[in-house]
């Protein structure tokens, strides 16, 4: 009688055994997916090129004089629509000032600060990195005012400030698209993921941006010829 019992006290234990194995597999399983995914992550941060840096560091200032531009609608009376579009511009450009200096930080690149001082504009380097302390007006960026147009935008006021404002602002915008096509067009760049969709999402809002400001634009002109 106990040999018979023998085989199922044998499959019992088998049983046993295995299910006993299987939380230990699942979190061998977890940990193997865990490590997959930041390695995956770790070798999307190592796509980039200088290019792609370039990029960063001069959309940052670019950006930089858009707010200085966008924080005189307000003290310059400018009418409710421009002043809600500047607002809209400050938000948007302040954050993605911040996402490109993190994106620089996470990928041990030198990260530039930005310093505003009424109209003007310096961005500061870290010691040691390539061009240490510039003015915005140094290496000027494509659609980037010039100091005579900033003053110019400054001592404007009202329906004038509007004109000023969104004629310079379609072409600070179109020079932001520009330096987009340049990154595309750039052998090897845009291939990290982080850069491909912040340009990518720059130039699709700063699109947008144009077609509404034209729009106002031409509402502005044709509230000054009447």
């Known amino acids: 009688m106990r040999l018979r019992g023998l085989p199922i006290l044998i499959l019992l234990l088998m049983l046993s055994a ?3 194995t299987e939380p230990v597999a699942e979190s061998s399983q977890q940990t193997d997916l865990e490590e997959l995914f930041w390695q995956r992550q770790e070798d999307a941060r190592s796509r980039f090129v200088q290019a792609d840096v370039d990029f960063m560091v001069g ?3 670019h950006h930089a004089q858009a707010l200085i531009m966008s924080d005189l609608a307000e003290p310059n009376g400018a009418s409710s629509p421009v002043q809600v579009l500047a ?8 954050d993605e ?10 990928r041990g690149q030198a990260v530039p600060e930005v310093h505003i001082d009424g109209l003007t504009l310096m961005i500061h380097m870290p010691e040691g990195a390539d ?29 004038e400030f509007d004109r000023l404002f969104l004629t310079y602002m379609i072409q600070h915008h179109k020079g932001a698209t520009a330096m987009v096509d340049v990154l595309f067009a750039t052998d090897g760049a845009g291939q990290d ?3 491909f969709r912040l340009a990518t ?7 947008t941006e144009i077609a ?12 000054t010829e009447e």
């Open 59 to 61: 959309m940052i200032a």
């Open 87 to 94: 607002a809209r511009i400050i938000n948007a450009q302040k």
């Open 18 to 20: 295995c299910s006993s």
């Open 201 to 207: 999402d720059i130039n699709v809002d700063q699109l």
């Open 212 to 223: 509404r400001m034209e729009m106002m634009l031409e509402g502005v002109i044709s509230s």
């Open 97 to 106: 000032i911040a996402t490109m200096q993190r994106w620089l930080r996470q």
């Open 193 to 195: 993921e982080g850069a």
């Open 131 to 159: 061009g240490m302390d510039h003015g915005a007006h140094d290496h000027m960026m494509p659609g980037m005012l010039t100091q005579a147009q900033l003053e110019e935008l400054a001592a404007a006021e009202g329906l």
